[in-house]
């Protein structure tokens, strides 16, 4: 099958439809390169890309499409509910197969240098940050675009690629490699909110609890039920089964159950067979013994 | 990605490597065809091969393969542990993907007929069967290879192909569509086998048991333990997570619980998915949510 990355770029305009085919058009019918999806949000005025394949490829389409971006998009109009940064807000690279870590670190920072070169202030991010402080997204972005003007010129907040100063029409641009995210939702049997705010506090790292979680309580108004909604940014390190079978414990003090559980977005196969062996007790299984893994082996 | 059709032919050869590789070579170097592996068993002196790919490069090379197997295995010759009919003993259809059961079945009626033209007499069971008689392959291939020479002249068992008369080089052949079988056991926290057989036996469907379930007990002298070994022979029906509930409820009168359990050889990802949606409490989840799974969609 060869190198597969996956790349999820967000782009900063989710209402003008014209906009936003003539930014995908970048990744359509390119060989090598497949468009899965891509979800444009009225409220957020953004755009959520998901794109797989051959890296070169990739890189290619994600550079014509940030030229597309910052084109068409003029970040001093931009208004929107989401935190952010410029046109092409942040690109993150994930691995998927025969690609390492590593690799997607070099990704971004060819990447950025391209969009660097597009004229726009490129900051790495996540696993190919220049600085500690520029792992977090959250702490690149903060400030967002109307606060760059002064950020940039900080002593720290140099951009790794592109001009030292900040470029009104486009903003700035995040470039980062990181491990793919799991968006799972436990529903609890309840529909008082402060039980699932207090389960969020216990299960998620800065209470606490698990490392990789982060967890909030959430009111499902339709369902008259309660949810914890986590995001697992290490599916590796902290597997699914064990953010449910803590939550069940610690809603068991309130005699509450989980009534369903919900897997948002995309999952990699290996998170979803860690906690099938878990549950199965399945001794050495191996994913190849899958048939459809062997299948993408194959290709 | 287009059609994919998985195919296990065994082969009454388990010993020769010359005449093995010869006839597995037929699966080798094609375009459109994956030689997955193959299991030589000296014991059984048998060949199992997993081959998988485009159906009509699929059925081309294993009419090739028919044909060395012909050519180089003497059945008149033939030893071996494991009960057979033919050098070609069973050929199997699997679907796997884009590919309904129905189709499956017309590759095993054209496979069959171009194996009855290298003057092999060709047997269809499972969905492919002629008669209600000819579905389980057990009682196609009763009699084996030497009681062929009568059986095939009696009424009810004339060849759906080829010679009506036995071939005394080749033996016969059973050509077949069917649902992937999972094998699956599970180890339990004793080393009393009558524990494993009373549950085999309380399980499995001719004990009033599960509908698709195959199983009997076995002793794992090396552990120490004893299994309950299955054979789940559609998992679309009867999912691997009941048949480990249903163990479980029937060891608790034993005080013994479950140590472990073992997928062997190839599962098909729905079948593992469905266990981890039930033991996950997932709502809603669909198997193209998948990472994976999409990457080969999209191929």
Redesign the interface.
Known sequence: MGK?V?CVPNFSEGRNEEVIEKIVDSFRNIEGV?L?NYSPDKDHNRTVVNV?GDPAKVKDAMVAAAKAATELIDMSKHEGAHPRMGAVDVVPFIP??EVTMEECVEYAKEVGERIGALGVPVYLYEEAASKPERKNLADVRKGQYEGFFEKITQEGWKPDFGPGEMNAKTGCTAVGARI?LVAFNV?LNTDKLEIADAIAKKVRFIGGGLRFVKAMGVMLEDRNQVQVSMNLVNYKKTS??RA?ELIKAEAARYGVT??????V?????EA??E??EY???????DVN????????N??
């Open positions: 597969i996956h497949t899965l797989m998927v197969a793919a529903n699914i089964y449910i989980v009534y369903g559980t919900e897997l977005g995309m999952v990699p196969l979803l067979v906690s099938a549950y199965m007790q399945l001794e050495d299984f013994q899958i048939i459809e893994k062997q299948l993408l194959s290709k």
